[in-house]
């Protein structure tokens, strides 16, 4: 595994899901409460009914906003790549999507790759996300590193695996031409998770995820799908200067 670490500001009023460690930070900060109060009061509680509820009651409501969040971008790009334009929504980044799935292929799988896009993707996914980059722009993101690694159990598509869009693009290749080039196009790339810091918006919260989180990390559960949250940043690129850390898998 390899990361390129890019610095921080040494703040300690923001979000980070990166491990349980800095999750529980996380949440002691925010409720201006001890870490060790913090582990042991989820350590000791047996059952996640209620868990938000209960936590509030033990230690009060939050007692200071985070400042900023940082979320986990889930990708698989081609090897190199450096985020120099930051990570960029889906109709700023489709050209270089099909450009990093030819450069893949032979000469064959290349020219019919170009006349794919130039006569159209026979897939509804594709043709649904392009012709609306209003509502499947992105760039989206997980809160919680560790479900890049649950997404059967979380109910997530695996952006780790393949990407929704160079799937859909395989997909349609595949209907067109008879034959799968899923697996060339996926050994041609790299897995890769971008962490990046966004302020916070006013009133964001998302502590009853984190507990939720925590509470399974401490027992040994399966994350579900309210142990994360998801962000879409509404087809606005995220600029490089909000990249905390690139690691490829």
Not at 92 to 97: P, S, T, Y
Not at 166 to 188: H, M, P, R
Not at 213 to 219: A, D, F, I, S, T
Request: aromatic fraction near 10%.
């Amino acid at each position: 595994m390899v990361a390129a670490y890019l610095d921080c500001g040494g703040r300690l009023s923001g979000l980070d899901c990166e491990s349980l460690e800095s999750a529980v930070r996380s949440l002691a900060d925010h409720y201006q409460a001890s870490v060790v109060d913090t582990r042991a009061f989820l350590i000791g509680t047996t059952s996640e009914d209620g868990l938000f509820q209960s936590f509030e009651c033990r230690f009060g409501p939050a007692k200071s906003a985070w400042e900023y969040v940082c979320w986990f971008h889930l990708t698989r790009v081609p090897e190199g790549t450096n985020f120099a334009e930051g990570i960029l929504p889906l109709n700023l980044a489709l050209d270089k999507v099909w450009a990093a799935m030819t450069a893949i292929v032979n000469p064959i799988k290349k020219a019919n790759l170009d006349k794919l896009r130039q006569v159209g993707v026979p897939n509804f996914q594709y043709g649904l996300k392009t012709s609306n980059p209003a509502c499947f722009a992105g760039p989206y993101a997980m809160l919680v590193r560790e479900s890049a690694f649950c997404s059967h159990e979380m109910g997530n598509h695996d952006y780790l695996t393949m990407p929704e869009i160079v799937e859909d693009i395989c997909n349609g290749y595949e209907k067109q031409f008879n034959v799968s080039i899923s697996e060339e196009i996926a050994a041609g790339l790299r897995k890769c998770i971008v962490k990046f810091e966004v302020t916070a918006e006013r009133g964001e919260e998302h502590a009853a995820e984190v507990l939720s989180y925590c509470w399974c990390k401490y027992h040994n559960q399966d994350l579900h799908h309210d142990a994360n949250m998801c962000h879409d940043n509404g087809g606005i690129p995220i600029p490089y200067s909000a990249i905390r850390k690139i690691e490829f898998l």
